[in-house]
């Protein structure tokens, strides 16, 4: 049985996601705001959380920020905003997901269900003792070096050789800072004349695994 963790200050919305959750299998808890949230994800277990944006005390997206320190479950944001803005901001700072209010309960438990599997998949990547020496994880992102296959979110991307070999370097060094030069010379091995090419392949990549690429 698979829990979650409804955080929203409306009692009414907590109680519609309930109902429907529970009707579905699913074990639900509450918290009326980030701060409480938070104070419950240290005691208890979860496998993914509902979460308001506009909340008092702490919003959704502080509280966001304080559960990718230590936890990636899948977190499927509520929002009343509809500015693209708002939707990229919590996608950047760590939720998987987003629906705006008013919203379809079966819709939002589709995607609920949607985020599990693509969790469950990662972590069955990230647990799989075949093959992995072969594997690079950062985050949803998994390489896999022996079938040249990339997933993101378990969601397998079709990559052409460069692109691949440049995410291959850029994963393998995680958070060292690249110039164009350094990576054309890296995989084409030979001196960077211009480096226009690269951004080229670059701006490509970005536009298959980045949730928006303008906003890498």
Not at 34 to 51: H, P, S, Y
Not at 195 to 203: A, G, L, P
Request: with cysteine; proline share 4%.
């Amino acid at each position: 049985m698979s829990r979650i963790l409804v955080v929203d200050d409306e009692a009414r919305i907590r109680q519609i996601i309930r109902k429907y959750a529970e009707f579905e299998g699913f074990e639900v808890e509450e918290a009326v705001d980030g701060m409480q949230a938070i104070e419950i994800c240290r005691k208890e277990d979860f496998d993914l959380i509902i979460m308001d944006v506009m909340m008092p005390v702490m919003d959704g997206l502080t509280m966001t920020m304080k559960l990718r320190e230590v936890s990636d479950i899948p977190v499927i944001f509520l929002t009343a905003k509809t500015e693209d803005i708002d939707k990229i901001t919590g996608l950047n700072l760590g939720a998987d997901d987003y629906i705006t209010k008013p919203f379809e309960p079966m819709e939002l438990i589709a995607r609920v269900n949607s985020n599990l599997r693509r969790y469950e998949q990662i972590l069955n990547l990230k647990g799989s003792t075949q093959t992995p020496s072969n594997q690079l994880i950062v985050g949803g992102l998994v390489l896999d070096q022996a079938t040249k296959e990339v997933f993101v979110n378990g969601r397998s991307v079709r990559l052409t050789k460069k692109e691949f070999q440049i995410l291959e370097l850029l994963m393998s060094y995680p958070g060292k800072v690249y110039s164009a030069e350094e990576i054309y010379e890296s995989i084409w091995e030979e001196t960077a004349i211009n480096t226009e090419t690269i951004m080229v392949h670059v701006r490509r990549l970005r536009e298959k695994i980045e949730a928006n690429p303008k906003h890498p």
